[in-house]
């Protein structure tokens, strides 16, 4: 049996980070990690979180990390895209602050190049979710980055299963139809979130692994 890991935002919350990998490494040998993006702004060791993401896993497992929308705003405030001023209001200033000043160019590259979206043969991973009116292959990446999902919504998702994160579902995961939000609010006092998924069977998580902020 191989598994496939979907963890949520991260948000500058290194060590609960760290405690949930080792987690997931105590539950399979080998298999799939997918970061659902947000690892940085509003908690204190976003340069702790990057770093650790950047150097990757360690042998026998797979790391997909993809973008969340406050890398989105990260890279645009550096790159003159977006107004500094609204990423700095969001949570920018503690991620610079955890680096000193400025956020190094490696991480910056890094974090512009990640993927948007991971699909599998039974799922769709992206940070905020997929817009059901238009084809997989033609979502835009400010729908996959920025849009909020309804709460209590769920579509057909081309028969596959969504797992997103970015809008907080009130401190634990939630899964409605065939949708699971993982965001469980770590960096407000909640949980960081592990979704576990049977690579071999469709559908909804088989379990959750959470630690505390």
Same mark, same amino acid.
């Given at each position: 049996?191989?598994?496939?890991?979907?963890?949520?935002?991260?948000?500058?919350?290194?060590?609960?980070?760290?405690?949930?990998?080792?987690?997931?490494?105590?539950?399979?040998?080998?298999?799939?990690?997918?970061?659902?993006?947000?690892?940085?702004?509003?908690?204190?060791?976003?340069?702790?979180?990057?770093?650790?993401?950047?150097?990757?896993?360690?042998?026998?497992?797979?790391?997909?990390?993809?973008?969340?929308?406050?890398?989105?705003?990260?890279?645009?405030?550096?790159?003159? $895209?977006?107004?500094?001023?609204?990423?700095?209001?969001? %949570? !920018?200033?503690? &991620?610079?602050?955890? +680096?000193?000043?400025?956020? #190094?160019?490696?991480?910056?590259?890094?974090?512009?190049?990640?993927?948007?979206?991971?699909?599998?043969?039974?799922?769709?991973?992206?940070?905020?979710?997929?817009?059901?009116?238009?084809?997989?292959?033609?979502?835009?990446?400010?729908?996959?980055?920025?849009?909020?999902?309804?709460?209590?919504?769920?579509?057909?998702?081309?028969?596959?299963?969504?797992?997103?994160?970015?809008?907080?579902?009130?401190?634990?995961?939630?899964?409605?139809?065939? $949708?699971?939000?993982?965001?469980?609010?770590?960096?407000? %006092? !909640?949980?960081? &979130?592990?979704?576990? +998924?049977?690579?071999?069977? #469709?559908?909804?998580?088989?379990?959750?692994?959470?630690?505390?902020?």
């Amino acid at each position: 049996m191989s598994y496939t890991f979907a963890v949520g935002d991260i948000h500058g919350c290194s060590e609960a980070m760290e405690r949930l990998i080792a987690f997931i490494e105590e539950y399979a040998a080998s298999g799939t990690i997918v970061f659902l993006g947000d690892y940085i702004d509003r908690g204190s060791r976003s340069d702790d979180v990057l770093k650790r993401l950047m150097d990757g896993p360690k042998p026998g497992w797979n790391w997909i990390c993809l973008k969340g929308n406050h890398e989105d705003m990260m890279c645009g405030a550096y790159a003159g $895209r977006s107004e500094r001023s609204w990423w700095l209001d969001n %949570g !920018g200033l503690d &991620t610079e602050m955890s +680096f000193g000043g400025r956020v #190094p160019n490696d991480c910056l590259a890094w974090a512009q190049a990640l993927p948007a979206i991971h699909v599998d043969e039974h799922r769709i991973f992206a940070h905020a979710g997929v817009s059901p009116e238009f084809p997989l292959d033609r979502q835009s990446e400010r729908d996959l980055l920025w849009l909020r999902v309804p709460l209590d919504y769920s579509g057909d998702y081309w028969g596959k299963h969504l797992v997103h994160g970015h809008t907080p579902s009130d401190k634990n995961p939630k899964t409605v139809g065939n $949708r699971t939000n993982i965001d469980s609010a770590c960096v407000f %006092g !909640g949980f960081l &979130t592990a979704a576990v +998924f049977d690579d071999d069977t #469709p559908g909804a998580p088989i379990e959750f692994i959470k630690v505390e902020a």
